[in-house]
């Protein structure tokens, strides 16, 4: 017969993989802003505290750096928020930005077009993953689906989400809702607001036409190799290696289908090694 205390035992199993799994997932985000050269050309870093989701109607959520068309990123995404762990308290206001940093190696100091921009925005939902609402916010720009120009390359569009503090105050120039489409400096925009830390983000790349000249190289990211995925690996086959280009959406998906294989592969460890234990 189990004993109680393996019942209470596998009744805490989840929480600790939930708790793995969003490890990886922070760790395998940081991995590609940095292989796809958001971090440090658009933003100087990027540590954040949550995992942001992000879904389109008839595409559902997201990898990172999935390519996708103009027509399917149309319509406004659903996001969502999951804080990287327990301790992590997501409370207040936030700031929602879409903003396309080009190509990989545009010149950020240019400038960015703005295609989403909305303050006072909040986190709905009574447990993780929490709904990020944006109908009470005040929206500085409506949301505007990409259209890059025919032939310019796959642009990594990036939705980031901000705490607002209470020091938040609208810069001139945006502090009046509806002013559209545009570009600006997202990262004056940021300091010159006074917009709290960086709570998480992700991006999605889309492409008209083939691109006219020889877009920059971006760097695999490989999951298995990161210290989320090592630290639940227990031996060689229960290991899984997967790759993802910034602008590939077959391997993102990939990426994704390693990851789950890793934890599923850990998790019967650990659940067939604690059952051991407790049993004798």
């Given at each position: 017969?189990?004993s109680?205390?393996?019942?209470?035992a596998?009744?805490?199993?989840?929480?600790?993989?939930g708790?793995?799994n969003?490890?990886?997932g922070?760790?395998?985000i940081?991995?590609?802003?940095?292989?796809?050269?958001?971090?440090?050309?658009l933003?100087?870093?990027?540590?954040p505290?949550?995992?942001l989701?992000?879904?389109?109607?008839g595409?559902?959520n997201?990898?990172?750096?999935?390519?996708?068309?103009?027509?399917?990123?149309g319509p406004?995404?659903?996001l969502?928020?999951?804080?990287?762990n327990?301790?992590?308290q997501?409370?207040?206001?936030?700031t929602?930005?879409?903003?396309?940093?080009?190509p990989?190696?545009?010149?950020?100091?240019?400038?960015?077009?703005?295609?989403?921009?909305?303050?006072?925005?909040?986190?709905?939902?009574g447990s993780?993953?929490f709904?990020?609402?944006?109908?009470?916010g005040?929206?500085?720009?409506?949301?505007?689906?990409?259209a890059?120009a025919?032939?310019?390359?796959?642009?990594?569009?990036?939705?980031?989400?901000?705490?607002?503090?209470s020091?938040?105050e609208?810069?001139?120039g945006?502090?009046?809702?509806d002013?559209g489409?545009?570009?600006?400096n997202l990262?004056?925009?940021?300091?010159?607001?006074?917009?709290?830390?960086l709570?998480?983000?992700?991006?999605?790349?889309?492409?008209?036409?083939?691109?006219?000249?020889?877009?920059?190289?971006?760097?695999?990211?490989?999951?298995s190799?990161?210290p989320?995925a090592?630290s639940?690996?227990t031996s060689?086959?229960?290991?899984s290696t997967?790759?993802s280009?910034?602008?590939?959406?077959?391997?993102?998906?990939?990426?994704?289908?390693?990851s789950e294989?890793?934890?599923a592969?850990?998790?019967?460890?650990f659940?067939?090694?604690?059952?051991g234990?407790?049993?004798?």
């Open positions: 017969m189990i109680a205390q393996t019942v209470l596998l009744a805490f199993i989840p929480l600790v993989f708790q793995t969003n490890t990886l922070i760790e395998a940081e991995a590609h802003f940095s292989n796809s050269g958001i971090v440090p050309t933003l100087s870093s990027f540590d505290s949550a995992l989701t992000v879904s389109y109607d595409v559902g997201l990898s990172p750096g999935q390519s996708l068309t103009k027509t399917q990123v406004t995404p659903n969502q928020v999951t804080p990287a327990s301790t992590v997501l409370n207040g206001t936030f929602v930005v879409m903003a396309d940093a080009g990989v190696g545009t010149d950020e100091s240019q400038g960015q077009t703005r295609h989403w921009l909305v303050n006072d925005v909040t986190l709905t939902g993780a993953p709904n990020v609402s944006t109908d009470d005040t929206a500085i720009t409506e949301y505007a689906g990409p890059p025919q032939g310019s390359g796959a642009h990594r569009y990036v939705i980031l989400l901000y705490s607002q503090p020091s938040f609208a810069p001139d945006f502090d009046q809702p002013i489409v545009s570009v600006f990262t004056d925009y940021v300091q010159n607001s006074h917009l709290g830390s709570v998480a983000g992700t991006y999605l790349t889309v492409e008209e036409g083939t691109a006219t000249f020889t877009p920059s190289s971006t760097a695999p990211v490989i999951t190799t990161l989320a090592q639940t690996s060689p086959s229960s290991s997967s790759s280009s910034a602008p590939s959406a077959t391997n993102a998906g990939k990426q994704s289908s390693g294989t890793l934890l592969s850990s998790a019967k460890t659940i067939a090694g604690l059952l234990f407790l049993l004798l």
